[in-house]
């Protein structure tokens, strides 16, 4: 258990299969992307995810960013029709960088493309963090400033209609369960609602560089947003099973944020861009895929009681090996 810690457990649940019969239900052009209702894919993954809060300086001084340690996991999963399952393990020879202090954390992923819908729910919840960059505030320069009592949790919910899925496949860049054998493409548009929280017991801004932050009393920093964006995806495929994804959405994002401490409580409501982006590239034929995949997000909030803005970044790397077994009837259609 010291050597391999389960500290990270993402779940990617598709809930909106509607019986547990092997048809999919849903009509779309197979001289685009192919379906393989009954297969069993099963996946191994290497894993690398980030996540943290950049605090805005008052006077163009050096920013500082608060991350948790311990990112990188090798995962196994399956996806059976639409309901995948993926769990990620976080072995300490991975992530041997104790300089960095220790941090606990627990993720929950859940991403589902139901026909012409892309939805992602993602949370992540972090105890004990150090600042980027080295020797920040540190004692000497070859050093992190490290604090075991500050928590960075996240919360999001993003919700896109994809309009022209009969010809575009999320799933064929993302779970490994469709092969889309045409580029096409589609817009994208629909909203999202997040919440961050950055908590410590004393105040977050360390007291060396207290003097370049007006944010220097504050002990939590919280933001909750929803907004509303347009985007587009398009898979760019070669010669049936080569293919390379990218899908970028824009949002305008209403804020409301604030910092609260022994002595200071103020709150802002303000509006604000996202982003939101998803990539992948790799192989796809019948039973095999080898691809890797990069998801991520990237908000921005005004300080309450400065005016430059904090910046929340989050995402995470794979590297995927899968393998489609048909365990029904029914070949790709």
């Not at 810690?5 to 052009?29: C, M, R």
């Not at 729910?121 to 320069?141: E, K, L, M, R, W």
């Not at 398009?234 to 390379?244: D, E, G």
């Not at 034929?285 to 005004?302: D, V, Y």
């Amino acid at each position: 258990m010291k050597h391999c810690l389960p500290l990270i457990v993402v779940f990617t649940v598709g809930l909106w299969q509607k019986s547990y019969t092997q048809k999919i239900k849903h009509s779309h052009d197979t001289s685009y992307y192919a379906v393989y209702p009954g297969s069993l894919v099963l996946r191994m993954y290497y894993t690398q995810k980030y996540s943290g809060i950049e605090f805005p300086s008052a006077d163009n001084s050096t920013e500082f960013k608060y991350k948790p340690n311990a990112n990188q996991g090798i995962g196994l999963g399956f996806t059976y029709n639409y309901f995948s399952l993926n769990i990620a393990f976080v072995p300490s020879f991975m992530n041997n960088n104790e300089d960095k202090g220790k941090s606990k954390g627990f993720g929950l992923q859940l991403h589902g493309y139901p026909h012409k819908w892309a939805v992602d729910i993602v949370t992540g919840f972090n105890q004990g963090c150090y600042i980027d960059p080295q020797g920040y505030a540190a004692p000497h320069s070859d050093a992190y400033y490290y604090r075991p009592d500050v928590d960075l949790n996240f919360a999001g919910l993003a919700l896109y209609r994809v309009p022209n899925g009969d010809k575009f496949s999320y799933h064929a860049a993302m779970t490994q369960n469709e092969w889309q054998k045409k580029s096409c493409g589609s817009l994208l548009y629909g909203g999202q609602a997040y919440y961050t929280k950055l908590k410590g017991d004393s105040n977050l801004v360390p007291k060396e560089v207290a003097g370049s932050f007006n944010e220097s009393a504050a002990t939590d920093v919280h933001v909750f947003g929803i907004g509303a964006g347009v985007g587009y995806a398009y898979t760019l495929v070669a010669a049936k099973r080569f293919f390379l994804m990218g899908s970028l959405i824009l949002n305008a994002n209403l804020n409301f944020s604030g910092e609260s401490g022994d002595s200071i409580s103020v709150n802002r409501t303000t509006l604000n861009p996202g982003s939101i982006f998803k990539t992948s590239v790799g192989y796809n034929g019948e039973k095999w895929n080898i691809s890797a995949n990069w998801t991520g997000l990237s908000l921005s909030f005004p300080s309450a009681s400065a005016e430059e803005n904090y910046k929340v970044p989050a995402g995470n790397f794979r590297f995927i090996i899968a393998r489609r077994l048909m365990v029904g009837k029914h070949g790709g259609q």
